[in-house]
């Protein structure tokens, strides 16, 4: 697999460890590594930084001067989107959906909102239920009678551009279990606008890694998951040129943990959060990597993964935590001594 013939602006700091997290495999009786894609460097880094190393290159190969993506408020996205375009000199424009109807302050203009702005993007809100897609179509029309060249890099940078970003992950992920000699039994983590399942399910069958992953959802019922991570997984290996070698039954998402809705915290996953926390010294995030890791505790309690060594895939988020500090009472940690 010949990735660097795809136009490639490296940005992201690769690899990113993979390191065991031994306070959590003795409380869940499960061996459980951690790959850390919340290390990728780029404004707290995440997972959108990987797929941007390939979305920024074809913005810059289409002679872009302006970028413009679309998220919910606490997009990560947008966030590393807006870091990118900052580094590279490019415009940014953020359209924001108001997915949670939240009315808190700090949801609003905290966490990733404030660092999209000190990053230099703009930002636009918009109430829940509108056609982002064909928002973001408008703006960027605007912008281009104005005399400016878009690039509309898709909610989630999640297109067969943006998954080469982690069929990339899967060929670093391998590189780094085969050079060390370690065998990983299951990879599992949030999964969302799909990009980075599809471009993992894409590496990994392109390399016949047989290494199952399973993704937790964040938003979509699974069918509907399933079925998106499937298309652009198939359409990522279209553009690699091994077009059919994605196997249906390798897409695997479990929506259990997605509780009340997209970006609404959830209690396993304000737990997870804290574990992670508290057993790890790793931040999680409510939206995305709280209810994955919710999904691994839960069924690593309940003993789906018995006699494997798992490896988590932290996507990162983070930066939203300024965002939700409502989710949290840590008013017991004030104390008098
Ligand atoms: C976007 C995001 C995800 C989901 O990744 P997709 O490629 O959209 O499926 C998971 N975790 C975090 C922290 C994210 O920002």
Not at 158 to 163: C, D
Not at 171 to 182: A, W
Not at 196 to 222: C, D, F, K, Y
Not at 294 to 319: M, N, P, Q, S, Y
């Amino acid at each position: 697999m010949h990735l660097s013939r795809f136009p490639r602006v490296h940005l992201a700091h690769l690899p990113t460890p993979l390191e065991p997290m031994k306070r959590l495999s003795k409380e869940l009786g499960v061996e459980l590594w951690i790959k850390r894609d919340d290390c990728t460097g780029m404004s707290t880094g995440g997972n959108k930084t990987r797929k941007l190393e390939f979305l920024m290159a074809e913005a810059i190969e289409q002679g872009a001067d302006m970028v413009m993506t679309q998220g919910a408020t606490q997009t990560n996205h947008g966030r590393q989107t807006a870091a990118y375009a900052a580094k590279l000199g490019l415009a940014c424009h953020i359209l924001l959906e108001d997915r949670t109807g939240y009315n808190n302050p700090n949801y609003n203009t905290n966490g990733n909102v404030l660092l999209d702005h000190l990053h230099g993007a703009t930002t636009e809100k918009f109430a829940a239920g509108h056609d982002m897609p064909a928002e973001m179509e408008r703006a960027a029309e605007k912008r281009r009678a104005e005399g400016h060249n878009v690039y509309v890099i898709p909610g989630g940078g999640s297109n067969p551009t943006g998954a080469l970003g982690y069929v990339n992950c899967a060929f670093e992920l391998l590189n780094q279990v085969n050079t060390s000699g370690m065998k990983i039994d299951r990879l599992v983590h949030a999964t969302g606008s799909s990009g980075t399942q599809a471009g993992l399910v894409a590496g990994m069958s392109a390399m016949n890694a047989q290494i199952p992953i399973l993704g937790i959802g964040t938003r979509a019922p699974q069918p509907k998951q399933e079925q998106m991570v499937y298309d652009l997984a198939c359409k990522t290996v279209d553009k690699l040129g091994c077009s059919g070698i994605v196997k249906r039954e390798d897409v695997i998402a479990n929506t259990d943990y997605v509780g009340e809705g997209y970006g609404i915290p959830t209690e396993s996953g304000i737990e997870a959060i804290r574990m992670f926390a508290e057993f790890e010294g790793i931040l999680l995030d409510p939206c995305y990597s709280a209810k994955g890791a919710a999904g691994l505790i839960d069924l690593a309690r309940k003993g789906a993964f018995k006699d494997e060594r798992v490896v988590f895939l932290h996507t990162g988020g983070a930066a939203a935590l300024g965002g939700y500090d409502f989710a949290f009472d840590t008013s017991d940690r004030w104390v008098t001594l």
